[in-house]
């Protein structure tokens, strides 16, 4: 008897086609966060999840499988690869290192909606999430009422049109952890001060801004993400700025990479980080204020291996006077996971902190002072890290260095 | 879509079947004909496997109708990408990528060196195979066939003799790696093990008889020896009677090279085919598919 015969249509044909070109090299291995560096479990590596989901469907689609039966896979095997599925933080590494070339961002994101429709995943940790966002429009529990409440300490401050009202140039789309976490709210609020101090014409959706629906795409459930996009875009059609600027990296993937599957962006969508660069160089945004420190710089996933955004944050490091930039050993492209994303932080919260202690030494051992991102789920993640580790460095958003340097 | 690919193996079986073979160096023709029973059977063999391997694929999502509908739709879209400008550029990417492994090359150099030996050696045997076989069977081209002829000295003899050293030199290195250093993110199961040891056993196979047919003055072995260097080096340690097993060698050769070709779609060597059309099909695929 077949404990569950899967179904294989949920797979894209291209990773199809990847798991077949996989050469078994184990290169994506040893630098694995999650399976290689952390653990050791070869399920949890690239090839380890691989090589077992093929030998899944071979085993029931396979020409074996046709000429003499498929064979039984225990709901208990199905049930630990899912999980192991879920401890990889789809950071991207593995992509950088294959020699193959295979893009295996996509492949684990195919992977767990694969999971999603054969009714192997969401995992349990992740319902109470997902269920947030169904209900409230974030993944945080929290009303929608008070979406824009971060808003408030800078009214009279800096003016922040209110986009579904008002024509602006530039949306800045908050997303829900700078919004939400009062950890976090300060990057919003450093956000939105350094647009105001280049008088940068902009807005927010206050309260009609939705989840961005990167957890949920990054979970394997594509149709509530798809309904969360289209309304996302409708509002921005709405709006009709000619900028939708986010400092969320993950808000940023979502919108550029997966909100065109869905429906058209008209906006030109950037990171913070490229739209704060951009108004340096065109002299718009003077940093003359000297912040001193050793600044460091973790490249977010979203950002470095998934976007291909490496120089704009390190530029404006460059330009804020009294800052000395010291790189980490692995940077960019090969820049350590901080762990918490593609929902192990919320499913694994050892797992995730194990990995952003191993961040924390890269950034000791590179002599730095101050630890900057630009990613509220990095800055969250090695935040608490530094404090678990009682390390002398600071985490700072990069905003939070720019609005200081451009402060008078 | 079957009635295509049949008539395809049917072309190529006949091809093979149909070739005159008069320069082959066996002398009794039932062990010809024992291997062109098996060398059929093997190219149908790899390309059912192949095809299945492809059908596979078809399943997945993104695209309407029955795998078989689909790969036929796909056809045409591939075949314009073929014709087009793009493919160009794209092919010169391809051989960075796929073929000269330009990233592994950044990662480690050992490792890229081994690959490109193996993989390297093993494109340049297979377009020699179709050179030589061309001059030989089609063209009758003398210096191909005669004995002291430039193309027979330095493509029969050389040619071959060089690529399969360097599969010779790549493939003793994976050996010594996997086997005896046995690095960490290495993990030897029982298909790498297969797959590393067949091709050995073709490569070495394949000089043991090149040795045998010096040291056995079989026809086409007799001239200038230097440029069958390795198995001129393996002649010198052969009695000049292994000669009489030349054509039981040549069947084993040729029967193990057949079979590693029919072994191909269900090995890990399949990577060979799937890794290069992986790379690409991101172009080629309508959206939608991606």
Redesign the interface.
């Known amino acids: 008897m077949i404990a569950k015969k899967l179904d294989?249509?949920?797979?894209?044909?291209?990773?199809?086609?990847?798991y077949?070109?996989?050469?078994?090299?184990?290169?994506c291995?040893?630098t694995c966060p999650t399976g290689g560096e952390a653990q050791d479990i070869?399920l949890v590596t690239p090839?380890g999840k691989i090589l077992r989901l093929r030998e899944f469907y071979?085993a029931q689609?396979?020409?074996k499988a046709r000429l003499l039966g498929p064979k039984q896979i225990s709901e208990d095997q199905l049930k630990e690869l899912s999980s192991r599925a879920y401890e990889c933080t789809i950071c991207g590494q593995c992509k950088t290192?294959?020699?193959?070339?295979?893009?295996t961002i996509?492949m684990w994101e195919n992977m767990r909606e694969f999971l999603v429709a054969n009714g192997l995943a969401p995992l349990p940790a992740h319902e109470s999430i997902i269920k947030s966002i169904e209900n409230y429009g974030n993944p945080w529990m929290q009303p929608r009422t008070q979406r824009s409440r971060w808003s408030k300490k800078i009214e009279k401050e800096v003016k922040i049109k209110d986009a579904a009202k008002e024509k602006c140039e530039v949306l800045f789309f908050v997303g829900c952890t700078a919004a939400y976490d009062p950890n976090i709210r300060n990057m919003a609020l450093d956000t939105a001060r350094v647009l105001g101090k280049a008088n940068i014409d902009f807005g927010t959706l206050g309260n009609d801004e939705g989840c961005c629906g990167s957890t949920l795409l990054r979970t394997g459930l594509l149709e509530p993400a798809r309904e969360l996009a289209l309304k996302n875009i409708e509002m921005f059609e709405k709006a009709s700025p000619s900028v939708i600027v986010t400092s969320c990296a993950g808000c940023y993937k979502t919108i550029r990479q997966d909100y065109p599957k869905v429906g058209k962006v008209n906006a030109r969508v950037v990171h913070i980080t490229q739209f704060v660069n951009e108004l340096i160089d065109s002299g718009r945004l003077k940093l003359e204020k000297r912040v001193d420190g050793i600044v460091t710089f973790h490249d977010p996933c979203h950002l470095g291996r998934h976007n291909l955004l490496y120089d704009e944050p390190r530029k404006i490091l460059q330009s804020i006077p009294g800052i000395k930039v010291v790189e980490m050993e692995r940077n960019r492209a090969e820049a350590r996971c901080c762990g918490a994303g593609g929902g192990v932080k919320t499913a694994f919260p050892d797992l995730a902190q194990k990995i952003s202690l191993l961040r924390v030494e890269d950034a000791e051992k590179a002599g730095a002072e101050i630890l900057t991102t630009s990613c509220p789920f990095c800055y969250q993640s090695l935040k608490t890290s530094i404090d678990a580790k009682g390390s002398k460095l600071k985490m700072m958003d990069l905003m939070e260095l720019v609005r200081q340097s451009c402060s008078p | 879509m079957y009635l295509l690919f049949f008539g395809m193996v049917l072309v190529i079986s006949l091809i093979i079947l149909l070739l005159p073979y008069e320069t082959v160096y066996v002398q009794d023709e039932a062990y010809l004909d024992t291997f062109l029973i098996v060398i059929v059977a093997s190219v149908i063999v790899f390309f059912l496997g192949t095809l299945y391997n492809v059908l596979l694929w078809m399943e997945g999502k993104g695209l309407v109708g029955t795998p078989e509908g689909r790969l036929l739709r796909l056809l045409p879209r591939i075949l314009k990408f073929v014709l087009s400008r793009r493919f160009g550029r794209i092919l010169s990417v391809f051989l960075k990528d796929a073929l000269y492994l330009s990233k592994l090359k950044g990662r480690s150099v050992l490792r890229w060196a081994t690959h490109l030996l193996v993989l390297g050696g093993f494109a340049a045997m297979f377009l020699l195979d179709l050179l030589v076989t061309f001059s030989l069977d089609f063209l009758k081209y003398q210096p191909m066939i005669e004995d002291g002829g430039w193309a027979k000295l330095w493509i029969r003899d050389f040619g071959f003799e060089l690529v399969g050293f360097m599969m010779l030199v790549g493939l003793t290195m994976a050996t010594v790696r996997r086997f005896i250093f046995k690095p960490k993110i290495l993990r030897t199961e029982l298909p790498d093990a297969t797959s590393i040891l067949f091709l050995l056993a073709v490569v070495l196979g394949g000089f043991i008889l090149e040795g045998m047919g010096i040291a056995g003055r079989i026809p086409g072995h007799q001239a200038n020896h230097a440029y069958s260097f390795f198995g001129y080096a393996l002649s010198q340690l052969m009695p000049g009677s292994v000669g009489q097993y030349y054509d039981q060698a040549w069947l084993v050769h040729g029967v193990v090279s057949a079979l590693l070709i029919a072994y191909i779609p269900f090995s890990k060597l399949f990577h060979m085919i799937a890794t290069p059309i992986a790379i690409e099909a991101d172009k080629m695929l309508p959206t939608g598919v991606r």
């Open positions: 294989i249509s949920k797979l894209d044909v291209l990773a199809l086609m990847r077949d070109a996989c050469t078994r090299c184990g290169e291995t040893s070869e090839r071979k689609y396979g020409l290192v294959c020699p193959a070339h295979l893009d996509e």
